[in-house]
């Protein structure tokens, strides 16, 4: 048989890929600045089995095996390490120098502002000045009295659903009720405009396009490789954006709607708005204020769901402690116009209880990705050479024996006061590895109007419902839902009635 031209070009092509490909598996393996650290080789020599795993929505999970595995620092890719160690959160988050990778920090196609979540060292700290003031405590009790008016609004719809029914109980899917009061919420506070979920009860369009989080990942994965990200954007039709052209037009009507006027009352725009009449130079632009917006907007909505239904669903799970909370509650609280933040504040266990669901169902289990900078960088002890990827995953950090007793179980106690002595079975838990809103200088912005939410939402619900589990259902492991970027939540149905006072806590 002949042997063409073509067949030589193509056998040589083939070889150069191989040999390129085998190199670089023997360099990653053996000669690269990381190969000191544990992990599986297959991680260790090529980035694929972490992507296979995040677009599988596993990826937290396998990282928290791999620590099982190999101890607390692992290394999970050919560049990048994951520590467990809570001294890694000071040497990596405290330090402003480490930014975001530019593959986790990246804008929409089309998009040329940044937000703090992929702004640049300069830029995320002007932004974070402007927007500093809008979720500090003095703003956020200025905003309660706009999170009590949607959480009104939820009890009105939750009460009509039992009025609805003959038998004076209604079976809903709180993840979604409780999805709603946040969307509005932070509509509300970010655009001075509601989404109307809670008064449609329906999602806005605009929320069912930026809640695609597996399709956010998945152009993450693809950034990994230039030439594969380029190729698709040359053949993707501009139908396939539409989506996302329409959620960003939103926006945009969103905040020249607001700009436009003033509300009857503050809002985080407000604070924005003074920022950039007193200090224009340091100002927001219109596109900036528009991406922070949006950031705001989606990190304020579904982190917030993701930890109420966490809360619920261990509760649910969990009689003792159900009680518990439900008749602290109660007793504080004659009428419900005595539930404040100020007033739920000081209960130990409403916030023993919203601790541990932070702890054992984080809202964002992976971890925080950050680029080492140049020069290098000690973490844990060890030198880890400039350019590499660190983060402390909080799944697999607060679902460690190394850091906490009895990890995989729901237990409020361990945050109670009461139960820091020597004698107490809790005594070994390392609570400095325990930081769900990160620490630092990117740390959450928003945290302290986040336990407002949290507090107010839980407290409301738990004061006007006896919730339980509906006969014939069992709530499924909360490990079954996949994570992409946050939980990827299942229906929580539970059956409501009216709250009657002389008992407490789910009929079982």
Not at 298 to 311: R, Y
Not at 438 to 449: A, D, E, F, K, R
Request: hydrophobic share 40%; glycine share 4%; with cysteine.
């Amino acid at each position: 048989m002949a042997i063409t031209v073509g067949d030589n070009v193509w056998s040589y092509a083939v070889a150069v890929v191989l040999g390129y490909l085998t190199t670089s598996a023997i360099y990653n393996a053996y000669f690269h600045p990381l190969a000191k650290f544990r992990g599986p080789k297959l991680w260790s020599i090529s980035r694929i089995p972490f992507i296979k795993h995040m677009l599988a929505g596993t990826l937290p999970y396998r990282i928290k095996d791999l620590h099982d595995q190999y101890g607390s620092i692992v290394r999970v890719a050919p560049d990048e390490l994951s520590f467990i160690d809570s001294t890694a959160w000071k040497d990596i988050y405290l330090q402003k120098a480490f930014i975001r990778p530019k593959v986790w920090g990246s804008r929409p196609p089309g998009v040329e502002a940044h937000n703090v979540i992929s702004a640049p060292v300069a830029d995320h700290t002007r932004f974070r000045k402007v927007l500093q003031p809008a979720f500090s405590e003095k703003a956020v009790r200025q905003h309660e009295p706009t999170i009590e008016r949607y959480v009104d609004l939820l009890i009105g719809r939750l009460e009509e659903a039992i009025q609805g029914s003959k038998q004076n109980t209604a079976t809903v899917d709180l993840v979604q009720w409780i999805n709603f009061t946040t969307f509005d919420i932070i509509g509300d506070l970010g655009w001075g405009s509601s989404f109307r979920c809670l008064e449609d009860t329906s999602y806005h369009p605009w929320i069912k396009v930026v809640l695609h989080f597996k399709a956010v990942l998945v152009a993450t994965s693809i950034k990994y490789y230039p030439w594969v990200e380029a190729f698709l954007m040359s053949i993707t039709p501009k139908s396939a954006m539409a989506d996302l052209e329409q959620a960003l037009a939103t926006a945009h009507s969103k905040v020249k709607d607001r700009l436009s006027r003033e509300p009857d009352h503050p809002d985080i725009m407000t604070h924005v708005i003074e920022h950039n009449k007193l200090s224009p130079e340091t100002g927001l632009s219109q596109g900036e204020i528009e991406a922070n917006s949006m950031a705001i907007v989606v990190a304020g909505s579904e982190t917030l769901t993701t930890a109420l239904a966490g809360a619920l669903h261990h509760l649910l799970k969990d009689p003792k402690a159900f009680k518990t909370v439900v008749d602290e509650i109660r007793a504080n609280s004659e009428s419900e116009d005595q539930i404040t933040a100020a007033s739920l504040a000081s209960l130990p266990y409403l916030t023993a209880v919203l601790n541990e669901t932070l702890r054992i169902s984080p809202p964002l289990p992976d971890g925080l990705r950050r680029e080492v900078p140049k020069g290098g960088a000690i973490i844990c002890g060890h030198m880890i050479p400039e350019k590499m990827t660190v983060s402390v995953p909080c799944w697999a950090t607060f679902q460690s024996k190394s850091n906490f007793v009895s990890p995989d179980v729901f237990l409020p106690e361990r945050w109670l006061s009461e139960h820091q002595g020597d004698d107490s079975p809790y005594k070994n838990d390392n609570k400095s590895s325990f930081h769900p809103f990160s620490m630092g200088p990117h740390n959450c912005i928003g945290q302290t109007l986040a336990w407002v939410e949290m507090r107010i939402i839980l407290s409301r619900l738990l004061w006007n419902f006896d919730i339980e589990v509906p006969d014939g259902k069992v709530l499924p492991s909360w490990t079954q839902q996949k994570i992409y970027w946050t939980w990827e939540k299942q229906s929580l149905d539970v059956q409501l009635k009216k709250a009657t006072r002389s008992t407490s806590g789910p009929v079982r």
